[in-house]
Each structure stands twice: as C-alpha cells, then as structure tokens.
C-alpha cells in the first residue's frame, strides 16, 4: 500500500491531481483545509484490515503522531507500520466511508462539496428524534396507565357494589329474623310505593312492641296521620289563590272547577278569574270559556302592573283565582313568573301536582316552586295513576298541606277537598302487585338497618 499527500487551492483541483498521479483505483483516507488550500491522504493498494491491525496495536500516543510532518512521507516510498499507524491514529476530520476514487466525481462549480455530517452535526441533530421519540413513548406509557387506572377503578366499584349487596342482604335477613313485625311493615309500604327514606321514617315510630295485628293495619294509619290536610274546604276558598305548578298538571281545569263551586255557594258576582299565561297558546280563551259557560269575567294581566291594577279593581269578591303559565323547573321564564307573583302581594300559591307522574318529578316540580313558598297543594289525576305511593311520599317529606284532590275532567264535580283516610284508602285500593322480592327489600333497607 503507497500512500501520499496532495495539496492544492481546491478540491476539485486536489482530485484532479490524485486521478492523474495514483490513478482511478486510488482511495480517499482523509481530507483537511489548510492556509495554502486544501491537503488530501490518498493510497492505493488499500488495505483496510492492515490499517485497523496496525491501529490497534500501535503505542504510538495521539501526541506524538500530531507532531509527525505530512511532508516526510515519500511520495512513492512505501509506508513502514508505525508511519501508517501514525497517520491513522492522528486527530483529524472523519473521513468519508471508503470508496473507489472512479465512483467520486468533480463537482461542476468551483466550491468544495459539502462534508459529510461530523459527530458534533449528529449529536446536534438527534436529540430533536429522540425526544419526539421520548415524548410519544411517554405518552403511550401514560395512556396505558389511564386505562389501567380506570380499569381498576371499575373493578373496585363492582367489588365494592357487590359488597354492598351481600351486606344489605346480611343486615335485612337479621332484621327479618330478629324485628319480623317491622319487616312486615316494611313490606307493606314498600307494597304501597312510599319511599324508602319514608317509610323507614314511619318505621321508626312504631312502638318496640309490636305485634301481628298491628302490624298488619298501622300502616296505613301511620299515612293516614302522616298526612298534612289544610282544613280549606270548598265553603271557605275566599281570597286571591293563584295555582302554579308544571305544565299539563290540571290547573286550568281545576281553576273551573273551583270557579263552579264558589260561583254554585256566593254568585257569578261574588267570583272572578285572572289569566297570566301569555305563553301557551289558546290559554287564555279556554279560562274565557270557562268564564262564560259560569257567567263569570275573566281578567287578562301580563304584567306586576297589570295584575296589581285588577287585583285593586276586584277588591271585595269573595274568590278570586288566578290562572298561572306552566313552566319546567329550568325554565328561564320560572323567576319571572315567580316576580310577578311576589310583587302583587296578597296571593295564596297553591301547587298543583299530577298523581300520576312519578316521584322524581313531583320532587322536581316541588324544588322548582319553593322559592315561591306555596301554602298548599292540590292532587290531580287520581284517576289516571297506577299508585299513589309516589305521590304520597312526596308530600309527607315536604310537610306539604293538601287542600283538593282531582280524579276526572268533569266540571265541577271531580273536585273534593282533602281527606287523608280516603286517600290512603284508595291507595291501598288500588294495588295489584304481590309481595316485594327479598332482593328489593335488602337493597332499599338493608345498608340503612347496617350503619343504623
């Protein structure tokens, strides 16, 4: 193997030089800019294995090779071991992989091409992937955690429902088995639709004692005294009683069938109607139709102004019913309507609640309205709701007084003032149903009987 250095002002020059002086077949061991141009390391004869060999058992320090001179090299002297080994070992640029001089060609403009990308580029370069890289391995982990965290979170609520269910069963068999007079008259209300937090309510007051016979008829007497009645009958409905309530409850109907029975006890001259409900359409035509089918006059007021304004001329009547919009809980018209009403004074509110929805919504409507603080309550639908349970415990949990029931749309004789016993009665009347499964029992007061 013959090395030898050129030195020219490019390095297109330099390989000019090195084809004409070495030949096509010539290798490119390095490359270096100096002051006078540009100095190339070429040989032929390359023997890559001898240049390694010879690399790694030379002793020869880094040092010692940088001092060596390029220009002691013979031009066509073969080179000895410890020159090679010097050459190889000095710190200079990283040369290009090695290839066949006839596979480099001259670069058609006057600069020298570009290196290849040095360590220092490399390591500038890479940490942008690897931290791309990094991230999105990061991200993978932290994916992979979520899931297993909600994995196991759901795997800890179904442990922990399941637990629950075995406890309440636990807890509701020993109350069977030690209380079964209470646990018959769980049963029983359960049979009747109340709520579970009412009908543990009513539990509770029962006497320590308790025997079969009084197990099997105190619970309806429990409701029955449960039960808040107003004592207005339909003799005493003088006075402004405006009726709010949800839409399709009942209340312009129950309005006429209150109009009728005043009108039927103190004259048509003696009653008049307020309609407020300007948002539903034909509402106030069917109160005036009722209004004239009872020969009595019907006041429209959309406004605080305007209802003031009527209420001052129907000063002395002796009942006055105002006609309210239906509106749900979340309606933004709800607090303007409740405005109209505070602001006129002199008002009784009565909820008005249908029988027949269920429990969820007459708690609901009932949350809704107790800004307005409605002095009473009429049931309506009677007729039309499979059980009453729902609608019994609601009242009793709100300690709301009852004034009507309603059970038809006949005018005015499906109206009668509220009695408790009837109620319950009729409750008791019209079920159907068996027995509750022990399944329900124990999940509606069985953690209830285990934290008692």
Known sequence: MKIKRFVAKDMRQAMREVREEQGPDAVILSTRRLAEGIE??????????????????????????????????PETAPVEMAPIAAVAAAPRPVAPPVRPLAAVSPAPSAMPPRPYPSRM????????????DSVAAAQQVNDRTA??????????????????????????????????????????????????????????????????????YLPLGMLSRSLVISGR????????????????????????????????RHGADQVALISTDHYRIGAAAQLEHYGRLLGVRVYPAHDVASLRKVLGLLQGRQTVLVDTAGVAGNDPRMAQQMDVLAAAG???????????????????????????????????????????????????????????????????????????????????????SNAPDESLMAERFGLAVASA
Do not use: F
């Open 121 to 132: 580029e490399s390591q500038i370069t890479m940490p942008p992937l690897v931290a791309v």
């Open 233 to 264: 009958g339909l003799s005493d409905a003088a006075g402004v009683t405006a009726l709010v309530g949800p839409t399709g409850v009942g209340k312009t109907t129950t309005i006429a069938k209150l109009a009728a029975r005043a009108v039927l």
């Open 40 to 73: 190339v390391i070429a040989a032929i004869d390359y023997d890559e294995a001898l240049i390694r060999e010879a690399t790694r058992h030379s002793v020869m320090p880094a040092q010692e090779s940088d001092a060596v001179p390029a220009a002691v090299i």
């Open 346 to 432: 002199g008002l009784r509110a009565c909820l008005v609640l249908a029988a027949n929805a269920q429990s969820d919504a007459l708690e609901q409507a009932i949350r809704a309205y107790e800004p307005l603080a409605p002095q009473a309550c009429i049931l309506t639908k009677l007729d039309e709701a499979p059980s009453l349970g729902g609608a019994l415990s609601v009242v009793i949990r709100h300690r709301l007084p009852l004034d009507y029931t309603t059970d038809g749309q006949r005018v005015p004789e499906d109206i009668a003032e509220a009695n408790a016993r009837t109620l319950v009665c009729r409750a008791a009347q019209s079920l159907k």
């Open 147 to 216: 899931q297993d965290t909600a994995r196991l979170r759901a795997e800890l609520g179904s442990m922990r429902e399941m637990l629950e269910m075995q406890l309440s069963s636990l807890a509701w068999n020993d109350m069977d088995r030690r209380q079964p007079q209470r646990a018959r008259v769980l049963r029983e209300l359960t049979r009747l639709g109340i709520e579970a937090d009412v009908a543990r309510a009513l539990v509770a007051e029962l006497p320590d004692q308790l025997s079969a016979e009084q197990a099997r």
